[in-house]
């Protein structure tokens, strides 16, 4: 039976589940004010989530569906572990500590596994149901429920993403240990090879598309113009981008703090903003004449609401026809993030650049953002030849 305490200003807890069971505890932080869950894993172990966000209702329904699925998995044998208890297991315990986008593509992939191998014991799954899944993404012949089935299947980038959740689900269970023993006794799929994209598509848009993007956005409105140029201007991801707050801002300070709940490594961080960025933030606040927090981006038709992923999507491809360019596979979004990496290697050292645009570390800024261009190859070859001439 579900409990609740309130006070007169906030409702302070909620409790549901049985105790010794399922029992699982909703509160907020004393600090920040995010919600969290409280609740004993199958080891006897408390374990305590962030959700990443202070809405109650959301929180108990959460709440809710974390004591049933706890209810559902009281009692699984030990060894006999099969592929719907590991993952009602992961996206239980795991999934929740995760980003949106992670979140979301963990439910996505276990339903893909799920579709191919049934509910199979882990134990006994081998190189042939790695292979199958492989081959049967590659061809279309397994695709997500819901989405629109393309022509052809899946590139090998995406299927490298669902395949090391697997590994991570694996892994997890391996340390996981119920009555002395692991819920896993070995990851079956350790070592087996990850296809690797060999030719990936990160495109980047020129100075000149920048230009016409800029230009075709003020024509579509301005929370398309403002979104252009805060994610042109911040090099973050556009997720990141969508979901800001104006309490996530201070305007007067020029700085911007970035959500853990909205980063894909799960780290909350602060960046300074340009003038610009500044300016454009300013006017917006004034013409929404909103008091108190908000969304910068807000649903249309649910204020309350951060506008979704899909509605930011086509206003890339607006932006796109309108600026009368040709559609590249690849490039969308991410296009304006790379861009600020290249733009920004010229002169600026490697820890400077990946606090600005949010990388965690150098190694993905290099491989998958910073690109080479004709002005630093040009450059490089004009100073080596004056070495060069001097004698040096």
């Not at 892994?171 to 070995?186: F, I, Y």
């Not at 490594?265 to 960025?277: D, I, M, N, V």
Request: include cysteine; charged fraction near 30%.
């Amino acid at each position: 039976m579900a409990t609740s305490k309130h006070s007169k200003r906030t409702q302070e807890s909620y409790t549901t589940g049985d105790k010794g069971k399922n029992r699982v505890r909703l509160y907020p932080h004393e600090r920040s004010g995010t919600l969290m869950l409280e609740f004993y894993n199958e080891a006897g172990t408390r374990k305590r989530i962030s959700l990443g966000h202070t809405d109650f209702t959301l929180g108990k329904l959460k709440a809710n569906e974390l004591a049933a699925e706890l209810a559902k998995n009281e009692g699984c044998p030990v060894g006999d572990l099969t592929l719907k208890a590991l993952f009602d297991k992961y996206v239980c315990e795991v999934t929740p500590t995760k980003g949106p986008s992670a979140q979301g593509h963990d439910r996505r992939a276990r339903k893909l596994f799920e579709a191919c191998w049934g509910n199979a014991k882990v134990k006994n799954l081998d190189r042939t149901d790695w292979d199958r899944f492989i081959q049967q993404r590659r061809t279309g012949a397994l695709w997500p429920q819901g989405e629109r089935r393309k022509k052809r299947g899946v590139r090998d980038r995406v299927i490298e993403f669902d395949l090391k959740f697997l590994l991570a689900a694996c892994n997890w269970a391996t340390t996981v240990r119920v009555k002395g023993q692991p819920l896993l006794e070995r990851n079956p799929f350790k070592g087996l090879p990850i296809p690797v994209e060999t030719s990936p598509r990160r495109p980047i848009v020129s100075d000149d598309e920048l230009t016409r993007l800029t230009e075709a956005a003020k024509e579509l409105g301005p929370e398309v113009e403002l979104y252009v140029l805060l994610v042109r201007e911040t090099g973050h991801r556009s997720s990141a981008v969508a979901a800001l707050r104006w309490s996530d801002l201070d305007l007067e300070n020029r700085w911007v703090t970035w959500r853990a709940e909205n980063d894909k490594q799960g780290r909350e961080h602060s960046t300074p903003l340009t003038q610009k960025a500044v300016e454009a933030l300013k006017a917006a606040k004034r013409k929404a004449a909103r008091i108190g927090d908000g969304w910068v981006f807000p649903d249309p038709d649910k204020p309350e609401q951060p506008a979704n992923r899909q509605l930011h999507a086509q206003n890339w491809y607006r932006l796109e026809r309108k600026a009368g360019l040709a559609r590249i596979p690849g490039r969308g979004w991410h296009s304006l993030r790379r861009k600020f990496a290249t733009d920004l290697k010229h002169d600026t050292p490697l820890s400077d650049l990946c606090a600005l645009g949010g990388w965690k570390g150098p190694e993905v800024l290099l491989r998958c953002y910073m690109q080479a261009d004709e002005r630093t190859m040009r450059a490089a070859l004009d100073r080596r030849a004056q070495r060069l001439a001097s004698g040096q």
